[in-house]
């Protein structure tokens, strides 16, 4: 299998969350899955821009469609749900004339539409498929016990990200599974962990990032593996923070879903990158993978 589809990493891609994306090419170029680099894209506009100007959010998000339209492509797979949303919000938005003729003045080409945004989540399971993936598999999972945490808008809103359940999905589940790791039920998988708050409200991001990390470490999970890069950052940036103000003690690894899939199917350390995250998720999954031979 040999697919292509062009690849948005995101700002946080190229920064704070370098991990996720080099875990994410290493395992898409081991799947077969071609990721294409988007020449000159730009910021989308993330969290900030649709709480000023709608119309500039969109215009943010819009020219880098049109840069994949130029590329010949249809598809852009995006690692960040925030930057997933702003690209399809842009798209929905853009079906009504009169909002896409403020949206393209702002634009050098205007956009000729018809370019899907979807996550890299859903690419793999779409173009790459669980049979392949479980193939694939090289080092097993096996003994791990893993949580998978969505966060609130990787499937939310439903009528606009159209893909997966939007209150039970089970997409990471799957591949997770597929992958050899034993899922653990996880009846939080789609609840808010505090987003941005993290910086005004820390006490509203200890309080929900907590509760998650409580459940995970009841339901008898190793690790929460997660698809969002602000997610992993206040469960695992920040979990000293929610240690402090709930008087816990949680030290519960937080990777992304890629890079657990990058150990099954021998990436090399350098691509998984775990030394970027602040709990280290290697002690608890060597400890597992030992236990299971």
């Not at 797979?77 to 009504?96: D, F, G, I, V, W």
């Not at 690419?123 to 090289?138: C, F, H, I, P, Q």
């Not at 939007?166 to 899922?183: K, Q, R």
Request: proline share 7%; aromatic share 6%; charged share 20%.
């Amino acid at each position: 299998m040999s697919e292509a589809i062009a690849y948005y990493p995101g700002c946080s891609g190229l920064g704070t969350s370098k991990e996720y994306d080099t875990s994410t090419r290493a395992v898409c170029a081991a799947l077969g899955l071609s990721l294409v680099d988007i020449p000159d894209w730009s910021c989308c506009g993330s969290s900030p821009a649709h709480t000023k100007d709608h119309v500039l959010s969109a215009a943010l998000a819009a020219r880098n469609l049109q840069l994949v339209s130029d590329m010949g492509l249809k598809a852009a797979a995006t690692p960040c749900p925030s930057c997933l949303t702003n690209l399809r919000t842009a798209n929905h938005r853009c079906e009504a004339a009169p909002f896409k003729a403020k949206v393209d003045k702002l634009l050098d080409d205007p956009y000729a539409g018809g370019v899907n945004a979807v996550s890299v989540l859903q690419a793999l399971t779409e173009m790459v498929g669980l049979d392949a993936v479980k193939s694939a598999v090289r080092t097993p999972l096996k003994g791990l016990k893993v949580a998978c945490y969505y966060g609130c808008i990787m499937n939310r809103p439903p009528e606009l990200m159209a893909f997966d359940d939007c209150e039970n999905p089970m997409a990471m589940d799957n591949i997770l599974a597929a992958m050899g790791a034993e899922v653990v039920p996880f009846p939080l998988k789609v609840e808010c962990c505090g987003a941005s708050y993290g910086i005004p409200r820390p006490d509203v991001v200890a309080k929900l990032s907590g509760k998650l990390l409580d459940v995970a470490q009841s339901v008898g999970a190793d690790m929460v593996a997660v698809a969002c890069p602000l997610c992993q950052m206040n469960l695992d940036l920040r979990q000293g923070q929610i240690n402090r103000a709930g008087g816990t003690n949680y030290r519960m690894p937080v990777p992304y879903f890629t890079q657990l899939m990058a150990v099954a199917l021998n990436i090399a350390d350098e691509d998984i990158g775990f030394g970027k995250l602040c709990v280290d998720p290697r002690p608890v999954l060597s400890k597992a993978l030992a236990v299971a031979d």
